[in-house]
């Protein structure tokens, strides 16, 4: 599957909120703590990423191709699907010579308005920040109610701007 996705930084997630509740969106996931584990090698890392993905919804697989970006638009394929058991998992990539190379806590809500994803997500050492998942057009569309333009997205990894090194990050 095709993921067209922007970020836009440093947002006020009560006035978001707000906003989508004023508008009705449908609450996908309640707020919550997820970890996310990344796994790579030399090869894999040419092509992409595996995330291992744990919440309150489960545990899911999740295969990333290269990123690609476009206007602010993060673009790439991506592949999906529920796991049972991510310790099982982790030992057998392991078993296969890939490396963990980042293991990130977040705070995440996920809500769906005008046929989008919206996450309003926190990380440790970085301000909240809203992800949008959907059409070029539908994601300009909550763009534009949450006050924002496309000036507003962030072209490349958020890692940069906050001068983070590393992507092992955990809440205290």
Known sequence: MKEIEVKILEINPKKL?????????KLIMPKNKQGNYFYSNSEIEKKGVIRLRTNISGQTITIKSKLEFSKGHKIMKEFE???????EIM???????????????VIREDLKLYNCLISLVKMPKIPYYVEIEGTKKNILKVT???GY????????????????????????
Not at 91 to 103: D, H, T, V
């Open 81 to 87: 699907t529920k796991v049972e058991n991510i310790k």
């Open 91 to 105: 030992k057998g990539f392991e078993m296969l010579g890939l490396k963990q190379i980042g293991c990130v806590e």
């Open 17 to 25: 909120r707000e906003i989508l509740k004023r508008k009705k969106a």
């Open 144 to 146: 534009k109610l949450f």
């Open 149 to 172: 333009s496309e000036k507003d997205y962030h072209p490349e990894l958020i890692y940069g701007k906050y001068k983070i090194k590393t992507r092992f990050l955990k809440f205290k």
